[in-house]
């Protein structure tokens, strides 16, 4: 038994009371040999090891898969679901074996494409509603490990807040520091907290991670340019533009012109050139239009001739009419990006506040605390 799984049955037996938890009977080697006959797999031996003693138990932050029944809180169930959504048997290796539901109603599953050894498998949080995944643990071992750390946090019964959103994201991280979305949690409350810089550093770790969040890059890239850190902008912009499929596009969150437009603010920071006009060349070629094309190649004739550059594409249309005295200019904006107003995305692509950027004054804006 791994440490984490015997801290969680230990802490399950020794607080039978907690709120939140109902304990409930073992499974039955019938119920979970049939599970394993359907997967043609072995089950985890962890997994395995808690259901014989925990089986379909309500936990603190959700509910045990049961393995008896056919419903939405068994793994039969829930496995049949999945198996249906993706037009595949259940038996297919491309299908998640889950074993938990969130209170915020994500599933949580095994990955079993990871290898043939089951004990192998990391977990993935699979959102019933978009459809999105992503692994959340390396081993099952690390999530018991974090479901009793946060149980046993002094702020668990806390209302939410940003201080409580960024310690769970740093107990994750301290469990399993290899984990992206560990880094990208600690880094959106950073983000949010006012601390670009220590935000940024926790994005760039997540897009070093095995898999790293295809997005992480695009969200470092924007705070590297606000903060006209060029050493974070060669570091994330050379990964955004490494070439890619639409789909990896996609799940980037961003396009080749978008970070064309972000990159150009860069053109009096970056030296030499030439690293910047490389970026701009593979960004061209992966664009999907002409006009994209033609865009991005705009942008680097700017960028190598010193003059303006072309009108960027924003995300949204503001309004932006700032007052002719920088201080007051400069307050609104910081104002307007503490209520919410105005985010990252507007700043680096509305040309309206591009004299505040040219100024430098895009860390003093993104060092706004937005409290949720």
């Not at 936990?59 to 039969?76: A, N, V, W, Y």
């Amino acid at each position: 038994m791994h440490h984490g799984v015997q801290a969680l049955v230990g802490w399950l037996s020794a607080n039978p009371s907690f709120p939140g938890v109902e304990l409930r009977g073992s499974a039955t080697g019938a119920h979970l040999a049939a599970i394993e006959d359907s997967i043609l797999s072995p089950l985890p031996a962890d997994l395995r090891l808690i259901l014989r003693r925990h089986n379909g138990a309500r936990l603190p932050s959700g509910q045990l898969l049961s393995t008896d029944g056919d419903h939405e809180t068994s793994i039969p169930g829930v496995l049949k679901e999945l198996a249906t959504r993706m037009g595949l048997p259940v038996n297919d290796p491309e299908v998640l074996l889950p074993f938990f539901r969130s209170d915020d109603g994500g599933i949580l599953a095994f990955d079993r494409t990871a290898g043939p050894v089951a004990d192998t498998w990391p977990i993935v949080d699979y959102d019933m509603e978009s459809e999105e995944l992503r692994l959340v643990f390396r081993t099952f071992d690390g999530w018991c490990r974090l479901c009793v750390a946060e149980w046993t946090a002094s702020d668990f019964r806390e209302p939410f807040t940003l201080d409580k959103y960024l310690r769970a994201g740093e107990r994750h991280v301290q469990i399993e520091p290899d984990v992206s979305v560990a880094h990208a949690t600690v880094a959106h409350a950073l983000r949010r907290a006012g601390e670009p810089e220590r935000a940024l550093s926790s994005y760039l770790t997540a897009a070093h991670c095995v898999p790293a969040l295809p997005w992480s890059d695009w969200e470092a890239l924007k705070i590297a340019v606000l903060l006209r850190d060029a050493r974070a902008v060669q570091e994330a912009g050379g990964r955004l533009c490494s070439r890619a499929p639409g789909a990896r596009w996609r799940a980037r969150e961003t396009t080749p012109e978008l970070v064309a437009d972000v990159l150009g603010h860069m053109a009096a920071v970056i030296r030499p050139k030439e690293s910047l006009l490389q970026l701009f060349d593979h960004l061209r070629e992966q664009a999907e239009d002409a006009p994209g094309r033609e865009h991005i190649g705009a942008i680097r004739r700017a960028v190598f001739e010193g003059g303006p550059p072309p009108p960027t594409h924003p995300i949204r249309t503001l309004n932006v009419a700032l007052s002719e005295d920088p201080d007051v200019a400069l307050s609104s904006v910081k104002q307007a990006y503490r209520d919410g107003t105005i985010r990252d995305d507007d700043l680096l692509l509305e040309p309206g506040f591009r004299p505040l950027l040219e100024r430098g004054l895009g860390g003093d804006i993104i060092r706004q605390a937005r409290p949720f």
